[in-house]
């Protein structure tokens, strides 16, 4: 049982800034992915970035050259640098992590892009 809580949402103006972060806590042995999903009012849940435990890294083609995502396995985080904000990315934002045969979800961190 893995238990992710995500923080650092909130409001940002456009071209704006925004370092999300997420901690896995329970009981880790080898979180092989993590990553961050999104959800937009009216969309589908969908992918925005992953990254194995390897260091190989995925992103959605809609945030490629603005987010970068990155993890310490230290402290059993993951990280989401957003930069160049756009009104588009506005979003619940939810961290996913994949333990051997099960998916972990957090309860998601409001983004909101506008000026």
């Known amino acids: 049982q893995v238990q992710l809580v995500e923080s650092g949402g909130g409001l940002v103006q456009p071209g704006g800034s925004l370092r999300l972060s997420c901690a896995a806590s329970?009981?880790?042995?080898?979180?092989?992915?993590m990553g961050w999903y999104r959800q937009a009012v009216g969309k589908q849940r969908a992918s925005v970035a992953t990254?194995?435990?390897?260091?190989?890294?995925n992103y959605a083609s809609s945030v490629k050259g603005r987010f970068t995502i990155s993890r310490d396995n230290a402290k059993n985080m993951v990280y989401l640098q957003m930069n160049s904000l756009k009104p588009e990315d506005t979003a619940v934002y939810y961290c996913?992590?994949?333990?051997?045969?099960?998916?972990?979800w957090g309860q998601g961190t409001q983004v909101t892009v506008s000026s």
């Open positions: 990254i194995t435990s390897g260091g190989t890294t």
């Open positions: 996913y992590t994949r333990q051997i045969f099960s998916d972990y």
């Open positions: 329970g009981n880790i042995y080898s979180l092989n992915v």
